[in-house]
């Protein structure tokens, strides 16, 4: 009898002790109760690295303070943080990530509007890349103020949020354009030089003879699209102020710089600038379609 009894207390005590085991299992599964797993991590900042919708994400710590150049944009002028990232697809397609899936929040709590459309290398118009493949572009913040910024990825399967600090330092101003000094435009850095000719611009002899300065003028696409240098970029004066010709449509043949179509993302060649001699004195040359970026200003003397 006290055998079967010291049985019946050994097996009570066996099913007791699984039914703890199995109810720590079932606590730790649901996330619920102590002793459970730890939950993972949806929240990160620059310097870390996080899977996103099958892309490895790192937004780098070296934020860039910036402005709006485009002279297209509403917001030129504006201040904008850019933080570089790189991104490596995990998937086994081509992949890249949708600007869909996520938003920017800014030090007042509201949405920012999206303006990497006006930047290069913005990370919404980098394009596929392939399995395994990485690349590093930058995602454009419209500045509100200094303090937290927030990006919140989600599809419906994966939420996560990126949040960091920004305290937004002031660009040093770019130097004025010179001869002989590269300065950038458009994306285009353009080198113009102090090795100027003038020519005499005759089509026949029945014509009046015309002198036209040669400037010769080199020109590299430091973006990530086709360029050139179009003759709406450029408005040339003379030494009293007024507006000049642009000689560049009658050597189109020859190397005109305006004619001397698109470079490809990181090509250069050296071309020549034309625009009619009116006495020596200070040009200028102004940059810009609807209003002037960027001026070059030189001294012009017949030897």
């Keep these: 009898m006290n055998k079967l ?12 002790l699984s ?23 949806t929240t990160f900042t620059l310097g870390e690295t996080f ?15 910036t402005t709006i150049k485009n002279q297209f944009a509403e917001q030129k002028g504006a201040k904008v943080i850019g933080v570089p990232v790189t991104v490596k697809n995990q998937k086994n397609e081509r992949h890249s990530l949708n600007m869909f899936f996520y938003d920017q929040y800014g030090t007042k709590g509201t949405r920012l509007d999206r303006i990497g459309s006006y930047f290069d290398d913005d990370i919404d118009y980098a394009g596929d890349i392939l399995p395994g493949s990485s690349y590093t572009k930058s ?13 919140f990825f989600e599809t419906s399967k994966q939420k996560i949020t990126l949040a960091f600090n920004v305290t937004y330092v002031e660009p040093a101003p ?8 590269a300065f950038t435009y458009e994306n285009m850095e353009l080198t113009f030089s102090s090795d100027y000719s003038i020519i005499v611009y005759q089509p026949s002899q029945y014509s009046n003879k015309r002198e036209v300065v040669k400037m010769p003028v080199k020109v590299k696409n430091n973006g990530t699209k086709a360029n050139h240098l179009d003759y709406l970029d450029m408005n040339t004066f003379g030494p009293n ?3 000049i010709s642009d000689m560049n449509s009658y050597y189109y043949d020859q190397d005109a710089v305006e004619f001397a ?43």
């Excluded at 703890?20 to 991590?41: A, L, R, W």
């Design 5 to 16: 009894k010291t049985f019946i207390l050994l097996l009570a005590s066996t099913f007791a």
């Design 139 to 151: 995602m454009y913040f419209l500045y509100d103020g200094n303090g937290e910024y927030k990006v």
């Design 51 to 65: 899977r996103f919708d099958d892309l490895d994400l790192t937004f780098s710590n070296e934020y860039v303070c």
């Design 241 to 243: 102020g007024v507006e």
């Design 19 to 41: 039914g703890c085991f199995d109810g720590g299992s079932s606590h730790g599964e649901s996330g619920e109760g102590g002793g459970g797993n730890v939950p993972t991590k």
């Design 174 to 181: 770019e130097p004025e354009p010179e001869l002989d000094k």
């Design 261 to 303: 179509g698109d470079l490809q993302p990181g090509a250069s060649y050296t071309k020549s600038m034309y625009f009619e001699y009116v006495g020596d004195g200070a040009y200028q040359i102004d940059f810009g379609t609807f209003e002037v970026e960027k001026s070059l200003k030189f001294l012009i003397k017949k030897a």
